[in-house]
């Protein structure tokens, strides 16, 4: 019988991006455990991309946990107590976790904070072991308005402004924010064609990115999706700093940012996102592209 590893990261799509290279440590170093992660069905898209795991468990937050001992458990999800707490009630053998293991520590980069975990526990990582493919650069540039919360997104007037001057647009976001991505497809001038929020899985938006020649957004997902196909972006960031979560140095991947920090769960856009203006979003822009 296999030996079973399970992993918890019961979050987003940038979340579960960010845990790449933890994911394929836990791979690489124990070969003969078969690997389940924990995390919403609507991510499954990505799993075979990640190369890292063999099962997936439908789990959003931080638990229950529908699994009976594992023989290793990792909590990639948070602090606890909850993580913790769920992971425990699967009887585990071993548990990798902060607060079991290594203390939570603030003002750390979320790829950095589970390979930090890991290598604790003695297991080597790779912190740039974020790619899933290379874009060849032949599709049109993404603009993505939206973000999970009002804090993290830009005024779609701006965003507009900016994908009026850049050349072969669509613009993208998931069915809440179709309302969004209209206002921004118009105001731009793109015909109805071109607004594809609502009209995409993850699937096609994994696609579309993986093929992009630029992407444009704020805070979210899709910044990450544009981190692990080395496509060129221009990430806004209001509350949060770069710092935590933002692309890697390098490799056209500019992130703006005014320099406060504030509520990334706010309800109202946070006023440093207000002080990024279009004209630097557009030069930055020119500047990845070139």
């Not at 170093?29 to 991510?43: M, N, S």
């Given at each position: 019988m296999a030996l079973e590893l399970l992993a918890l990261r019961g979050l987003?799509?940038?979340d579960l991006l960010t845990a790449v290279p933890?994911?394929?440590?836990?791979?690489?170093?124990?070969?003969?455990?078969?690997?389940?992660?924990?995390?919403?069905?609507?991510?499954?898209?990505?799993?075979?991309?990640?190369g890292a795991v063999d099962d997936r468990l439908d789990?959003?937050?931080?638990?229950?946990?529908?699994?009976?001992?594992?023989?290793?458990?990792?909590?990639?999800h948070g602090k606890g107590p909850q993580s913790i707490d769920a992971l425990r009630r699967t009887g585990p053998g071993t548990l990798i976790s902060h607060g079991v293991g290594p203390p939570w520590r603030d003002g750390v980069h979320e790829v950095r904070r589970w390979c930090d975990l890991l290598e604790w526990y003695g297991?080597?990582?790779d912190p740039e072991d974020l790619t899933l493919g290379i874009s060849d650069r032949t599709g049109p540039v993404i603009v993505h308005p939206?973000?999970?919360?009002?804090a993290r997104r830009w005024p779609p007037e701006r965003f507009a402004a900016v994908a009026s001057v850049l050349d072969d647009v669509v613009v993208t976001g998931n069915a809440e924010e179709v309302g969004l991505a209209r206002r921004v497809a118009e105001?731009?001038?793109?015909?109805?064609?071109r607004m594809l929020a609502g009209r995409t899985d993850l699937a096609r938006?994994?696609?579309?990115?993986?093929?992009?020649?630029?992407?444009?957004?704020?805070d979210t997902g899709v910044a990450h999706l544009a981190t692990a196909f080395c496509v060129p972006s221009v990430v806004l960031f209001g509350p949060v700093s770069p710092a935590l979560w933002g692309p890697p140095p390098g490799w056209r991947h500019v992130a703006l940012?005014?320099?406060?920090?504030?509520?990334?769960?706010?309800?109202?856009?946070d006023p440093g996102l207000l002080k990024i203006e279009v004209s630097e979003v557009v030069d930055a822009a020119m500047e990845v592209t070139s």
């Open positions: 987003g799509l940038g933890a994911l394929r440590a836990l791979r690489q170093a124990f070969p003969e455990h078969r690997v389940t992660l924990a995390c919403p069905a609507g991510l499954d898209a990505l799993l075979p991309l990640i789990v959003s937050g931080p638990g229950p946990v529908p699994f009976e001992r594992p023989d290793l458990a990792v909590n990639l297991i080597a990582t939206g973000a999970a919360f009002p105001l731009a001038g793109l015909p109805d064609e938006l994994i696609e579309l990115v993986s093929r992009a020649r630029l992407v444009v957004c704020g940012w005014a320099g406060r920090k504030g509520d990334p769960h706010g309800a109202r856009i």
